[in-house]
């Protein structure tokens, strides 16, 4: 493999009902870096059905390129179609690098075009860099049980490929008036590429806030000692209510069965980027810790004034979250004139 050949740090962007996730914009403002680092250009693929009109929102956000495949055999995610034109691109292009966002679409597609393609992919980044040589990305990922960070080469194959989480990078403010190339491509797909068929979407977690999506998040752990101040009417969802937030967890609060996996933050869970994060009665284990350091601003409310969050947040209280939460929510609801 002559690997001169490979050029352009590629995004490939990802729609969901006609609308661009956010890390695809988080992926470009990194993808930019590396590329700046490596002397390169960013640029995304985009796949779905009437999803030509996203590209220049993409562009706004830092692509050079943005190759378009927009079929109406593509309407729906299907793995092993999307694989398929993802190869397919890779051989017509040729481009250095593929960033993919660890998401549940990310972490099916990637991996099984890495696997195609014979090439090596890092999963769950947290960290992206250019190795000193100039031309390699580092991968940067919690190992070990999150106790250690592994560096991630893939110094002989291409493109070089790695998932990174939503939420661990900042989305680059756009810029309208960005212009840049849109290429539309051909979808070269036959029945045999769809292995399997589209039936029905069900739509998980209910109605609410997401809490990957929220401007703020209240969590609880194991100190809220049982489900009810996570449900309607208990204190950690009044709080996040009136600020207009989701409910968050940490795995010890979902493993007992207080409120589901979908709410929980953390190495095995959600990472999350809120604007302001309350940390209720929960440590601040080190796999926690992994999903929200990335919030604008951390309350922290913990009874034991030497519990590891407070080392991670920004304003602590030492108190009994019983008292103090009820006691925030009823002073933010005067504020707002709520109460
Ligand atoms: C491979 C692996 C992956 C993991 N992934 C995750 C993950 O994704 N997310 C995650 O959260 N954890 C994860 N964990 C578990 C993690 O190590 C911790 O066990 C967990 O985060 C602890 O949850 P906690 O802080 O709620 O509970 P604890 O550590 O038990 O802490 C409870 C806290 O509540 C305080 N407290 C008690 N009562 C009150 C009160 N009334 N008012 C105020 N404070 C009070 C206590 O002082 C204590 O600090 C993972 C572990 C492993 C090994």
Redesign the pocket.
């Known amino acids: 493999m002559d690997l001169a050949e490979y050029k352009g740090v590629y995004v490939i962007a990802e729609q969901f009902e006609g609308k661009l996730r956010n890390v695809s914009f988080e992926l470009l403002g990194q993808g930019r870096k590396l590329a700046d680092g490596i002397g390169d250009e960013v640029g995304a693929v985009l796949i779905g059905y009437n999803v030509k009109p996203l590209a220049q929102e993409l562009i706004a956000h830092g692509a050079h390129k943005v190759y378009v495949y927009d079929d109406e055999k593509l309407a729906n995610y299907n793995t092993t179609a999307y694989s398929k034109v993802l190869c397919d691109f890779f051989h017509e292009v040729k481009p250095n690098v593929f960033l993919v966002g660890a998401t549940n679409i990310g972490r099916d597609l990637g991996p099984r075009v890495a696997n195609s393609l014979k090439t090596g992919l890092t999963a769950d980044c947290t960290g992206l860099s250019v190795d000193e040589d100039g031309k390699t990305i580092v991968w940067t990922r919690p190992a070990l049980?999150?106790n250690i960070m592994a560096e991630i080469i893939c110094p002989d194959n291409r493109p070089q490929m790695g998932t990174v989480r939503p939420n661990v990078f900042k989305k680059p403010e756009a810029d309208p008036s960005a212009t840049g190339e849109v290429i539309e491509m051909e979808a070269k797909l036959s029945d045999a590429d769809f292995m399997t068929k589209f039936v029905e979407l069900i739509k998980m977690g209910g109605e609410g806030v997401k809490i990957e999506e929220a401007d703020v998040i209240v969590a609880g752990?194991?100190?809220m000692?049982g489900a009810e101040p996570f449900v309607g009417g208990g204190i950690l969802k009044e709080l996040a209510d009136v600020l207009g937030g989701a409910v968050g967890a940490?795995?010890?609060?979902v493993d007992a069965g207080w409120i589901d996996a979908l709410h929980?933050?953390?190495?095995?869970?959600k990472t999350v980027g809120p604007k302001l994060y309350i940390a209720?009665?929960?440590?601040?284990?080190?796999?926690?810790l992994?999903?929200m350091t990335g919030s604008d601003c951390i309350i922290a409310?913990?009874?034991?004034e030497d519990?590891p969050?407070f080392k991670v947040c920004d304003y602590g209280i030492v108190?009994?979250?019983?008292e103090v939460v009820p006691k925030l929510t009823a002073a933010i609801k005067a504020a707002k004139g709520m109460a």
Not at 250 to 253: L, N, T, V
């Open positions: 049980g999150g752990g194991r100190g000692n940490s795995r010890a609060a929980q933050v953390g190495q095995t869970g209720c009665a929960i440590s601040g284990a080190i796999q926690h992994a999903g409310i913990n009874k034991d519990a969050i108190g009994d979250a019983f």
